[in-house]
Structures are given as C-alpha cells and as structure tokens.
C-alpha cells in the first residue's frame, strides 16, 4: 500500500512501491486522504458553499489517484492497481491501513518538510503496524537504487530482531548483500570525534560480536544465499547508518531499540534516520496478534 498526496515525493513512494509490488508478485494499493468530515465541521458554521468544496476535494482526489496509477503502470503494466479515497486525517487514514497491508510507502521531501513529510510521516513511521517504507526526496539524488547492500541496524532488543528478520527478506528478494551495523553505544558519533570508532577493547569486542551471531541465529540458516557483512562500530548508531545509506538500496531499523524508554514510539536512532537518509528507510514494527 502507498499513500499519496500529489506531491513529487508521493509520486517516488508510487515508484518505490510498485516496483516492489512487481518484483514480489503483489497487487498495489494505492489510497489517498480526503478529509471531508473536517471540512464540513469547519465550513457549516459559516454557511459556505459546502457542495463546490467536496466536488474540487473530490477532484482533485481523482486527478492524484488517477496519476499514480499511471506512474505503477509504467513501472509494469501487468501490476494489478487498486486505488480509493479514504475520508480522514492523512496519518490516521494510512496507520489504519496498515492493519491489512503487507507493507506500507510514504513520500517524504528533504529536511525542509512539505509532502507527506513532518507530522503525517512521522506519525506513521511511530504508530504504523509491519513495515513501513520512507522513500524521501533529496533532489538531486538520486531516489531509489537498485545496486547496493541492504543495511540493518541492531542491538539486542526484540525491535531489532524483527528488523533483522525483514532485512533478510528483502536482502533475499534483491539478490543484495546485508550489512549488519552494530554500535557499542548509543551516543553521538560526535562525542567521539578524532578517536577511533572501533572497539580496541577485546572483552566489548567479543561481547558484541557474540551479541551479532546470536542475533543471526536462525536466518543465515533460512537465507544460505544472503552474503552478512558486520560492522562494529564505538557509538554513533543513526550516523553510521545514514553514511551507509549514501551506497545502500535500503536501511531497516525497528522502531525502537535498547534505548527506547516505555510509551516512546519511535526511538532516536529511527527518527533520525528517516528524517536524513539518502535512500528509502523501512521502519519495521512488531504485528499485533
């Protein structure tokens, strides 16, 4: 499932999508956010021609979902496409969807908002169910790879074993190799400048490369054919991540790790690699039941 909104960065959330959709023999769906109920709560007061407001709502509801069916179709004209206008807040509309999706896309623009970006997407990323695809607008840059590792950050957390289990399977699906990123500690990258950022120290190292292997117990069995490369790093979990994310086709996180606190949704590390990668994140969430 993808949500759009017209925006440049929902049209490379369509591409994203419907090339995974393809690539996996799955059916796309794409839903667009129409508010009506809000706009009849703030318009009736006024006695403003509520009928002309929901006709170009509707319209330009249409126009969106008619020109990302086009840019799915383009991407493989056999894909099957469904499309539909859900009344709702863009964040509700899509976390609701997410109960039924395989995976669910949004497009994100750069670090100055707009699109799908700020509080839609970072609400989704939070509270979505399964996985969710952040495919960010840089630009320039180019958007969406097809070369490159699939990378995945983990610790010792449950929400990273469930990342890891998600970034096997897309490593798989892409013939792509996984690079397994773990740091010793949460803290900035940038209170450790000018030292070396590896683990000199043999117990901590042991300690985490015995953390790593008990992680990838299990799917390096299940998935033979997927090369690991690991990476062990001092600090810095979100700015090793981002760095990888310049060569990588696609960077999975859960959506908390060791350092969530009890009622956060989202941990650091996650918001802030959605927020500046330089290629589609996954935030991958536990599924309920």
């Keep these: 499932m993808v949500g759009i909104d017209g925006s440049r960065a929902g049209g490379l959330a369509v591409r994203w999508a419907a090339e995974t959709a393809a690539a996996a023999g799955r059916r796309l769906r794409i839903v667009h956010a129409a508010d009506l109920t809000a706009a009849h709560i703030l318009l009736d007061p006024y006695e ?8 170009a709502m509707h319209t330009f509801s249409a126009d969106c979902l008619a020109a990302a069916r086009q840019q799915a179709q383009a991407i493989d004209p056999a894909l099957i496409i469904e499309t539909e ?17 395989h995976l669910t896309a949004v497009g994100a623009l750069g670090l100055s908002g707009g699109g799908l970006f700020g509080s839609t997407v970072l609400a989704v990323a939070a509270y979505a169910h399964g996985q969710v695809v952040i495919v960010r607008d840089c630009g320039s840059e180019q958007p969406t790879r ?8 983990i610790d010792e957390s449950e929400y990273s074993r469930t990342a890891l289990a998600a970034a096997f399977a897309e490593a798989n699906q892409r013939d792509a190799e996984l690079v ?15 030292l070396p950022d590896v683990l000199a120290d043999r117990t901590a190292q042991a300690d985490a490369q015995e953390l790593i292997s008990a992680q990838l117990t299990g799917w390096t069995e ?68």
């Design 48 to 55: 403003l021609p509520m009928a002309s407001v929901t006709d």
């Design 85 to 101: 206008v859900v009344d709702g807040t863009p964040a509700q509309v899509l976390i609701n969807e997410t109960d039924t999706a």
């Design 146 to 153: 097809h070369l490159g590792p699939v990378v995945v950050g």
């Design 180 to 194: 397994v990123v773990h740091c010793w500690s949460d803290l900035r990258f940038d209170w450790f400048a000018g």
């Design 222 to 289: 299940k998935y033979p054919e997927v090369p690991v490369v690991r990476n062990i790093y001092v600090a810095g979990p979100s700015h090793h991540l981002i760095e990888w994310s310049k060569s990588a086709q696609l960077v999975v996180v859960g959506n908390r790790g060791r350092g969530g606190f009890p009622g956060l949704q989202l941990g650091s590390t996650s918001n802030a690699v959605i927020q500046c990668a330089h290629c589609p994140v996954m935030v991958v969430h536990p599924r309920s039941g």
